[in-house]
């Protein structure tokens, strides 16, 4: 039902800031919850962002608080992940989630997950 495409994953250096996009198929982008996840090489996938339907509510992994922020602009089915001041644990591939729940989309169980986009931040 939902397609997802990120983009916007490059090579940065420590200090720098990327914007990475969620474009979603459909006209019923607003009834889905977004997640922004990442994996780093050897490493689990872990939760970065996320945002409900409307915008109204976002919450943030610990790590990265303050650098980054989430958002969606539903007229145009996409959805952004604003990254500041990256840090070089900050390297991974990128994916976006789209989920019927808020709550659940956090935890990488169901929904419609994008291709990924890699973002390398050099020291």
């Known amino acids: 039902q939902v397609q997802l495409v990120e983009s916007g994953g490059a090579l940065v250096q420590a200090g720098g800031s990327l914007r990475l996009s969620c474009a979603a198929s459909?006209?019923?982008?607003?009834?889905?919850?977004m997640g922004w996840f990442r994996q780093a090489p050897g490493k689990e996938r872990e939760f970065v962002a996320r945002?409900?339907?409307?915008?109204?509510?976002?919450n943030y992994a610990d790590s990265v608080k303050g650098r980054f922020t989430i958002s969606r602009d539903n007229a145009r089915n996409t959805g952004y992940l604003q990254m500041n001041s990256l840090k070089p644990e900050d390297t991974a591939v990128y994916y976006c989630?789209?989920?019927?729940?808020?709550?659940?989309?956090?935890?990488?169980?169901?929904?419609?997950w994008g291709q990924g986009t890699q973002v390398t931040v050099s020291s």
């Open positions: 989630n789209a989920h019927p729940s808020y709550d659940i989309v956090a935890t990488m169980r169901g929904g419609y």
């Open positions: 459909g006209r019923t982008f607003s009834s889905y919850a």
């Open positions: 945002i409900s339907g409307s915008g109204g509510r976002t």
